[in-house]
């Protein structure tokens, strides 16, 4: 049931080929787990604790290989739409968690660092994550200097204090 050998009966068909490690090189008939997968790619490296790492708490490869196989077929039948021709979609699951890597791959190569684990936090913004309180935890998600203001302004109600400063993602407790 390859492509290749469906292909020359209808010239239209889409087909996608799933695979872990791709189709050809020493990898190509490894066994491909969702761990395995997010091991290899490196997802674990920036999951879980300072102290231990972990996998996402989802099938995160599994996911993102099936989503990755959508936006090709669709790509492909719209291409079909307009060629009349069929296609050959093809997914390795290390390239699509490899992909969702590559925030990580940048900082570690032109930020001299790599990225830590920070269970609740994010890397590059602040505040983001959990947070104590006195009486608690909340989990802040602010993205930037708009929403930080506004957080401020109609949370905190203190808009013009210029004491407030925002805690870097490295010193926050």
Known sequence: LSYAALQPLNPKLVVCD???????????????YDLLIQAESGVISVTGTPETPSRIGISAADIATGMYALTGILSALLRR??????GNVKIAMLDALGE??????YRAAYGGSPQ???PGGHPLLAPYGKHRTKDGEVIF?????????????KVLRRPDDDEMKVIAPSTRS
């Open 81 to 86: 739409s307009r060629t009349g021709q069929g």
């Open 100 to 105: 969702w890597m590559m925030a990580p791959v």
């Open 141 to 153: 998600g602010l993205q930037n200097e708009r929403e930080w203001k506004m957080f401020c302004a």
């Open 18 to 32: 799933i695979s872990g490690y791709g189709e050809s090189g020493p990898m190509a008939q490894k066994k491909a």
């Open 116 to 118: 830590p684990r920070d």
